[in-house]
């Protein structure tokens, strides 16, 4: 057990979770094992029903000041926005990390996004590739690999060097979200996060992480780096396949939207490009059979569904077939839908 005590973390690490019994230990251990030795980690009960709970709790006993368990009141559900809004409230590090309780962090993960931050005093965000993690399950087929390899879910931008606002907003809104960060990637400076609103509770599943995410790409500089440091599991379990997986990303890509032509409009948003890309994403929801005529490849490739699509990608390499969709016009299969 270490034995490290910090009297005020430089990085508050926040783990939310609704049940997970089955992987929250590891998502646990996973930022334990960590390099960097100065976080903290909140583990933030949004109203559990199974084992998970009590794991969190045996954590948090085991690790005195290190590891921090709260709920909602009366053990409430509130959904995911409002759980990664307490556990940033309750954080007292400089900057704030997050990791779902079914993902998992590499070792070198805080390390190496620390060092960028440090860098660039200015950043608000360090984000990086998500592996999608298919091969920790042993019972996929091994007759169809597509289904049990791990890709790489790349981010499309610059690397290395500051992207000033609104240069990320114009980049996502023109590719259809490909390539977005996972929330287990990114290392926000926290007061530039609190002056921003933090998540936006209304969104309680899905698109949560891409209203926080639009919010620091409008307002702050971020840094990419090209370094793999975190793993999303798949599975069915998991809180975009709960959510509706595809179908259900179609169903609030427009009710974002919705919301970011608001926030736009109240943060008094001049970029002509940044309006150009909000408008052209727009049009594709509020004229779906224009766009499907406009986009035959992507109604063609949609039918087959997500096992051919992550066959094309195996035959492909990831890279290939993002840079196909994107030329294409059509919206890469993204962490949001796998």
């Avoid at 508050?12 to 930022?31: D, P, Q, R, T």
């Avoid at 583990?43 to 690790?63: E, F, H, P, R």
């Avoid at 002056?195 to 209304?202: A, H, P, Q």
Wanted: glycine share 8%.
């Amino acid at each position: 057990m270490m034995n490290i005590r910090h009297d005020r973390p430089l990085v508050s690490c926040v783990i939310i979770f609704l049940n997970g019994e089955k992987y929250i230990a590891e998502a646990i251990e996973s930022v334990i094992a960590q390099t960097y030795e100065n976080w903290e980690l909140i583990l933030v009960d949004d109203g559990t029903t199974d084992g998970a709970s009590a794991i969190a709790k045996q954590y948090a006993d085991a690790y005195p000041r290190k590891i921090i368990y709260t709920e909602h009141p009366d053990h409430e559900n509130r959904g995911m926005s409002a759980s990664r809004n307490a556990g940033i409230r309750l954080g007292r590090g400089k900057y704030v990390a997050f990791l779902d309780a079914d993902d998992v962090w590499l070792p070198d993960r805080l390390k190496k996004h620390v060092e960028v931050l440090e860098s660039y005093p200015d950043a608000g965000m360090s984000i990086g590739p998500t592996l999608l993690w298919s091969s920790w399950n042993k019972k996929l087929p091994v007759s169809r690999p597509w289904l049990s390899g791990d890709m790489v879910a790349p981010l499309g931008v610059p690397v290395g060097r500051p992207l000033a606002a609104p240069f990320l907003a114009k980049h996502y809104l023109f590719s259809h979200g490909a390539g977005m960060p996972g929330i287990c990637s990114l290392l926000v400076d926290r007061e530039k996060l609190l002056d921003v609103g933090c998540f936006n509770e209304d969104f309680r599943g899905l698109y949560e992480d891409q209203v926080m995410l639009f919010k620091m790409f409008l307002n702050y500089t971020v840094i990419a780096i090209d370094d793999v440091l975190d793993y999303y599991r798949q599975h069915p379990e998991s809180a975009c396949q709960q959510g509706g997986a595809f179908k259900g990303d179609l169903e609030m890509r427009p009710v974002f939207l919705e919301w970011l032509q608001a926030y736009m409009v109240e943060g008094g948003v001049k970029d002509p490009e940044v309006w150009r890309g909000l408008r052209g994403e727009m049009w594709r929801f509020d004229n779906p059979r224009a766009w499907k005529i406009a986009n035959l490849p992507h109604a063609f490739v949609g039918r087959w569904g997500m096992e051919t699509r992550r066959a094309v990608i195996w035959l492909l390499t990831p890279k290939v077939y993002h840079e196909l969709r994107r030329r294409f016009g059509m919206k890469p299969v993204g962490i949001e839908q796998m």
